[in-house]
């Protein structure tokens, strides 16, 4: 049972390069997430998958895009990266959708991206 | 202003003392309160959460308070130890535009001290 997982672990991207982030997670969980980590501003959510067909943008969409491939996999794209887009990338999953219910997010092991 | 503010944002210890953080948030129909622990280079773990219908909830040498009228909540860590020593996120649920989603905090960078 390996949890959350993430591809890649580190990425070097050019200016207007695309590249798709992978996330997968073996927890049969319905909600997934997206969340980019920069110093000093704690975690950001950037789009959310409450099940399996659904999407909807989180507090800073801007610039991504996802696709819910499955119930297990949520990818994240950047068409077109900016060097505002260098960061730590997190998916995470939980059994539900329902952060008032009070559902724990489990988080993957993270992506460091660096645009240049 | 942000919905979920923490304080400090770093903090050093001896190890065995206490230390304590303190989160607070905007949204007053706020009902869920976890805190995370990032170890450096590592992914966020809950460490301990509370639900807007408790007061105080413990786990050995950790407790988080959560105050309502206030709209603050903060983490306890007693008897610090050096593996204590990492980034500690609060969230609290908040209704943006949409749902109602996690809402982190800056986070607080602890260093136990041997």
């Known amino acids: 049972n390996a949890g959350v997982t993430q591809t890649p672990k580190f990425q070097v991207l050019k200016t207007g390069q695309s590249m798709t982030l992978q996330c997968a997670q073996d927890?049969?969980?319905?909600?997934m997430y997206w969340y980019r980590q920069d110093p000093g501003m704690g975690l950001r959510l950037i789009y959310y998958s409450a099940s399996e067909g659904t999407t909807d943008k989180g507090e800073v969409p801007n610039g991504y895009n996802v696709s819910r491939l499955n119930k297990r996999e949520f990818s994240l794209r950047l068409e077109s990266a900016a060097p505002s887009q260098t960061s730590v990338y997190f998916c995470a999953s939980s059994e539900r959708w329902g952060a008032s219910l009070g559902e724990t997010q489990y988080f993957g092991p993270g992506t460091r991206l660096l645009v240049l | 202003g942000e919905n979920v503010e923490q304080h400090p944002s770093t903090l050093s210890v001896q190890e065995g003392d206490s230390a304590v953080i303190k989160c607070t948030y905007s949204d007053s129909a706020s009902n869920y309160f976890p805190w995370y622990k990032q170890e450096l280079g590592k992914r966020p773990q809950l460490i301990i959460d509370?639900?807007?219908?408790?007061g105080e909830k413990k786990d050995q040498r950790i407790a988080v308070t959560l105050n309502k009228t206030a709209k603050h909540f903060s983490l306890h860590i007693t008897e610090t130890q050096p593996e204590d020593s990492a980034v500690y996120f609060c969230?609290?649920?908040?209704?943006?535009?949409?749902?109602?989603?996690?809402?982190f905090g800056s986070g607080t960078r602890l260093q136990v001290q041997p």
């Open positions: 509370i639900r807007s219908n408790v």
């Open positions: 969230a609290a649920s908040i209704r943006d535009t949409g749902r109602r989603a996690l809402t």
């Open positions: 927890m049969n969980h319905n909600s």
